[in-house]
């Protein structure tokens, strides 16, 4: 243990490598894709200009690419591809170097405005993600509860290639992955040119994420409101707003005292969260990918109505279409939820104006041409999920069901006396209209200031253009929060397409704010809503608030697991040192085994239902060993997790011979040895926290 290295350093070092190298992945294929085609006369902008669509089209073409490339030539020929276009982009720098060189005087303030803020946003995801030694204990960030996997999904596409195999589950043999995977497929081609762990690579993704929003948020100030004075201090506007979150510290700070522990984060106080711009960036970078590639496409359509010249409008769809491809492949919910705006916005042009079915014509060839590209994709999902379900999966029968939102819990007011009759009589039908009373409250909470921007043009929707960027904006915002509110998925427990697709209307809603706030504040700006005394008040209250909660919100994250550590009663006490443990150890079986070796630990918590909050400690020690093994498991849950790709038929013996392994009395060597065999294991880890460890 003196000899060991550090293991936050390696992390910070790795990450900021892997931040450089995810350029090669999502800014340079966009470059040279915007100089190839030109589209919206590319090669006469600005460098600044030229990088932001850069980003914008890498995040819309690496992600599919990446796939069909892994897929059909190899994952090597995928990196290989986005070195070959790196020399591309090289050779076009070198042709453009004069208009482009960087000089002291070029180096203007709002460039070194832009570099600081990049630097600060790397450090600030980095630090927000890696675990923290401090001596022999390492002390990490509750987002390793979701994390976790992802790096497993990562890590499985460097080992098994494209298609990945299933990480978590392993019965004898390699289960193909079912599941949307495209955004680990170019973590792992950034980890591979990088020479950097899954891990490394998957932080950094995050900070990437951010670029993504930050190029975005640009383009659509200046592409879809159509600004033209303060253009530069309204895109900043808009980049600070994802600092804001709606009034979710009021609930934290009361769950501070009515409950005995801490939440892990502090949108856990809604049983159907709408996460913040923060929480979804360190916690869910793909989905956010997944909503940028959605935002590309659709701000493209919005460009191209007034398109010259049916080649440019041909590379317009089809970039968009590779968008739309590339959404779904990284997240299915998202992509699934804006396939239906799109549907709504096409009905909207037709029935608003009948010339509009040009547009309306482009938007259907771009989602047919991108179903088109995304054929392989869905093939596997379909193959894989007919394999499963003919070997007795008894998951749900359909992955989308109308329900209503559960945004404050219904139990609040269905627990109360007077409604035990009702209870007892129709418990379905009195929970739907404990929902439904509760939903605008809830609401209210969740978008905070953002809710006050919607109730703003709501009620001067007839003050704009109906095909202006403003009703457009709005009505695409209302659309996806009926979609947020009233469809939930049914896969798993988690409302996973509440949660992400929610992020649709949040987008549009941010622009919103940043048009309002911009004509607040910039000089020579008409008011799009007449800014009173009291609309300020109420604006600027919410705007702190929202500040205040996504700081708190951040530093929970962070110091959750020390304050917990702290206080014996917890259970988290010698959580920091055996998590330590578990990485020294996975990190020593680095030196000695292959990368194809399969590996068990105990999944099955020893002390089940000792904590009432929503991760116990065993829990978490369970992710951090998913974290660091870096190899095939045979079962990483409790319940064999084959809803991520695998016949299920093998799981009843899979659960109940795991847990007989590391349950007490324990059993033989030689039982040991049989259940290695029978399950194709190399290496069991047994640690402190499994009971067999008390048996020598």
């Not at 762990?197 to 998957?202: E, G, I, S, Y």
């Not at 005995?260 to 990918?289: C, F, K, R």
């Not at 439904?436 to 003050?463: D, I, M, Q, T």
Request: some cysteine.
């Amino acid at each position: 243990l003196g000899r060991m290295s550090n293991f936050t350093l390696q992390d910070v070092a790795g990450s900021a490598v892997a931040v450089v190298v995810f350029a090669l992945a999502l800014y340079v294929p966009g470059y040279v894709l915007g100089y190839a085609a030109n589209l919206f006369g590319f090669r006469k902008m600005s460098f600044c200009e030229r990088s932001l669509w850069a980003i914008a089209y890498s995040f819309a073409v690496t992600p599919i690419a990446g796939y069909l490339v892994g897929k059909y030539a190899g994952f090597n020929a995928a990196c290989g591809l986005l070195l070959g276009i790196a020399l591309v982009w090289l050779l076009l720098l070198w042709r453009d170097r004069h208009p482009f060189a960087w000089s002291r005087i070029a180096w203007s303030r709002s460039e070194t405005a832009i570099a600081c803020a990049a630097v600060a946003w790397v450090a600030f995801v980095v630090f927000s993600l890696v675990d923290i030694q401090v001596g022999h204990k390492l002390y990490f960030s509750v987002v390793l509860d979701d994390q976790t996997y992802r790096v497993a999904f990562t890590d499985s596409v460097l080992r098994t290639g494209v298609p990945p195999a299933n990480p978590l589950y392993f019965p004898g043999q390699s289960q193909p992955m079912r599941y949307y995977y495209f955004w680990y497929v170019v973590c792992a081609m950034a980890a591979r040119i990088g020479h950097v762990t899954a891990r490394q690579a998957f932080i950094a993704s995050s900070a990437w994420a951010g670029f993504g929003m930050a190029a975005i948020l640009a383009l659509y100030i200046r592409h879809f409101l159509g600004a033209v004075q303060g253009v530069r201090r309204q895109t900043w506007i808009a980049i600070a707003l994802l600092a804001v979150t709606g009034a979710d510290l009021l609930p934290a700070i009361g769950n501070i005292f009515l409950q005995t522990t801490l939440n892990g984060d502090m949108e856990w106080w809604s049983n159907d969260q709408i996460s913040s711009w923060a929480d979804s960036l360190l916690w869910v970078p793909h989905h956010v990918s997944s909503l940028l590639c959605c935002l590309v496409a659709f701000l493209l359509l919005w460009m191209g109505r007034g398109a010259a010249g049916r080649g440019h409008r041909v590379s317009l769809i089809a970039v968009a279409a590779a968008a739309v491809a590339s959404s779904f492949g990284l997240s299915i919910y998202v992509g699934f939820g804006f396939a239906l705006l799109m549907l709504a916005w096409v009905a909207r042009l037709i029935v608003n104006r009948p010339r509009n079915l040009t547009l309306a014509l482009q938007v259907m060839a771009t989602g047919i041409l991108g179903a088109l590209l995304l054929t392989p994709f869905l093939t596997e999902l379909l193959s894989a999920s007919s394999r499963s379900d003919s070997s007795g999966n008894t998951g749900a029968s359909h992955v989308f069901a109308f329900s209503i939102r559960r945004l404050i819990d219904p139990a609040l007011l269905t627990g109360l006396p007077i409604f035990a009759s009702w209870n007892s009589a129709h418990p379905v039908l009195l929970d739907q209209a404990a929902r439904l009373l509760l939903l605008l409250p809830g609401l209210a909470l969740e978008l905070g200031f953002f809710g006050a921007v919607l109730w703003f043009y709501g009620r001067h929707r007839k003050s704009y253009s109906a095909d202006g960027p403003q009703r457009t904006a709005l009505y695409l915002a209302g659309c996806g929060l009926l979609l947020a509110l009233f469809v939930r998925s049914t896969v798993i427990g988690n409302n996973d397409f509440g949660y992400r697709v929610a992020m649709l209307p949040q987008f549009f809603l941010l622009v919103l704010a940043a048009d309002l706030l911009g004509s607040w504040w910039i000089e020579g700006r008409n008011a799009v809503v007449l800014p009173t005394a009291g609309r300020r008040k109420l604006a600027y209250g919410l705007i702190a608030l929202g500040i205040a909660g996504t700081v708190y919100q951040v530093v929970l994250l962070r110091v959750f697991i020390p304050l917990e550590a702290g206080r014996p009663d917890s259970g988290f006490a010698g959580l920091p040192a055996q998590v330590f443990e578990a990485r020294t150890a996975f990190a020593e079986l680095d030196k000695v085994a292959s990368r194809s070796a399969v590996v068990e630990f105990n999944p099955y918590d020893p002390h089940p239902g000792t904590r009432g909050d929503v991760i116990p400690p065993y829990t978490f020690y369970a992710r951090s060993l998913i974290m660091n093994a870096n190899r095939q498991m045979v079962s990483a849950e409790s319940r064999c997790p084959a809803q991520f790709g695998g016949e299920s038929r093998f799981c009843a013996a899979i659960e109940s011979s795991t847990q007989r392994l590391y349950a007490l009395p324990a059993p033989s060597a030689q039982w040991a040895e049989q259940y290695c065999r029978q399950f194709g294991v190399d290496y069991l880890a047994v640690g402190e926290m499994d009971p067999v460890w008390s048996d020598a």
